[in-house]
């Protein structure tokens, strides 16, 4: 069974410019995670998804930060612009949407680097 | 909000011998999950163990197992007979059991150092 997907694995980018991350879930995985896990911290959640719709999305900056899960399999999160204290590695997980057991799969992560 | 403190930022054990990992987390919910998270350098979090609430019995997985007290709010995992690939961030983490498919609340996580 694949495993979760992410790209870029890595990615440096000035501050103030734009960057997108990519994850694709294990197939068959109704719900879907994105968290921010910034160095020496344990990690954050930003947004989740239950197939297309937004589950919780209460620590999502809003204002710079998007997501979007199109036809509720593959993700994206975008940031723009970009400030330095986004730099962090962006970690993508999924699990199934059937019992309360269900484990959550994580993706290698993206780590990004604002200067 | 529930809140997950792993108290120790660095832990070190040599090969073969015994080490134990602190957690404590504050809730206030009856029913939920812990989870003990091995993330090594190349960053892919894995699973190492998962403890239900209601369940009184302590969780073991090989060489990984759990002590839990419910009361004391206390989750600690112990790795048995240590090894060089053991070494990794371990994390501690909380997640409610009243929907399926609630997100996973960390603490801040421990280095381990294996030692040969």
């Known amino acids: 069974e694949a495993g979760v997907a992410q790209s870029p694995r890595y990615k440096i980018i000035e501050k103030r410019q734009s960057v997108a991350f990519w994850c694709n879930p294990i197939s068959g995985h109704a719900t879907l995670y994105w968290y921010q896990q910034i160095l020496g911290q344990g990690p954050k959640l930003l947004i989740q998804f239950q197939n297309n719709g937004v589950v919780d999305d209460s620590q999502l900056p809003k204002d710079r930060f998007s997501a979007e899960r199109l036809k509720g399999v593959d993700s994206t999160l975008k940031i723009q612009p970009a400030k330095l204290e986004d730099s962090a590695v962006y970690l993508c997980?999924?699990?199934?949407?059937?019992?309360?057991?269900?484990?959550?799969?994580f993706g290698p992560g993206t780590r990004l680097t604002v200067l | 909000a529930q809140t997950v403190t792993q108290s120790q930022p660095e832990m070190s054990v040599q090969e073969a011998e015994t080490v134990t990992l602190s957690c404590t987390y504050d809730t206030s919910e009856s029913d939920y999950y812990l989870f003990w998270y091995k993330q090594p350098p190349s960053r892919q979090m894995i699973l190492v163990i998962r403890q239900e609430a209601y369940k009184q019995q302590n969780a073991t997985e090989n060489r990984f197992s759990v002590n839990f007290q419910k009361a004391a709010k206390s989750f600690s995992l112990k790795i048995s007979d240590s090894q060089l690939g053991d070494a990794a961030m371990y994390f501690c983490?909380?997640?409610?059991?009243?929907?399926?498919?609630?997100?996973?609340?960390f603490g801040k996580g421990t280095s381990l150092l294996v030692t040969p």
């Open positions: 997980a999924s699990s199934l949407w059937k019992t309360s057991t269900d484990t959550q799969y």
């Open positions: 983490a909380y997640r409610s059991a009243l929907l399926a498919g609630y997100a996973l609340n």
